[in-house]
């Protein structure tokens, strides 16, 4: 499909990503205020917004970057998670506050739960831009969700189509109407 020619449906728009994303950075804070945070973003859907989240985190905050296997050009999760990229830092003893970009399956987030808990974090929770709740194949409720969507498959502020549209500064759904 060229999604060039389709019409493009905003689902969250840069000035609800910017009000949303404030108001979880501040939850985050208090939530965190007497503890040692240690923010892991994985890459690459979650870059812009975990970018946009930490400046919005005001307690001192640790930072570490993650990548596993994705769904690559299809829109379907093939369901086995791999680590391609793992974090460099010792996270003994810190509170580790996962960011991802979107849950649908959630078998990545549960995967990447189970993988870093063996690093022996104080604790671990996680917290995604966007939740389809509807898609579960694993019993997982993220700690921290900026919005919840319906089952359509989103692109656009980190979310890619193939290759490419991460860089779309809003959440968008590309309808099968033509331009
Ligand atoms: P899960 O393991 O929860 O099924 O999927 C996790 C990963 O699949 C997300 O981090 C994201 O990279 C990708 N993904 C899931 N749903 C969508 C979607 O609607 N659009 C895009 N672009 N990626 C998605
Ligand atoms: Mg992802």
Redesign the pocket.
């Known amino acids: 499909m060229d999604i060039e020619t389709k019409v493009w449906e905003t689902l969250c728009s840069e000035e609800d990503i910017v009000r949303r994303t404030a108001e979880l950075g501040k939850q985050i804070s208090e939530d965190y205020k007497d503890k040692k945070l240690f923010v892991i973003s ?1 890459l ?3 870059f812009i917004f975990t970018a946009d989240l930490v400046r919005k985190i005001d307690i001192p905050v640790k930072l570490g970057f993650m990548t ?1 296997s ?2 690559g050009h299809s ?1 379907e ?1 093939s ?1 086995k ?1 791999n680590v391609l990229a793992d974090i460099n830092d010792d996270v003994e003893g810190y509170d580790i506050l996962v960011v ?12 990447v739960m189970n993988h870093l808990k063996s690093k022996n974090p104080a604790s671990i929770k996680c917290c ?1 831009l ?1 939740d ?1 709740p509807v ?3 694993v019993d997982l409720v993220p700690d921290y969700v900026g919005f919840e ?1 319906d089952d ?4 656009g502020y980190g ?3 193939g290759d490419y ?1 991460r860089n779309v500064p809003y959440v968008f ?1 590309v309808t099968n109407q033509d331009r």
């Open positions: 994985l690459k859907g979650s596993t994705s769904y829109e999760s369901g998670i991802d970009d979107i849950t649908d399956s959630a078998l990545t987030m549960s995967f995604v966007l389809k898609r579960r194949k969507i359509k498959f989103v692109v979310l890619n189509y549209y759904n």
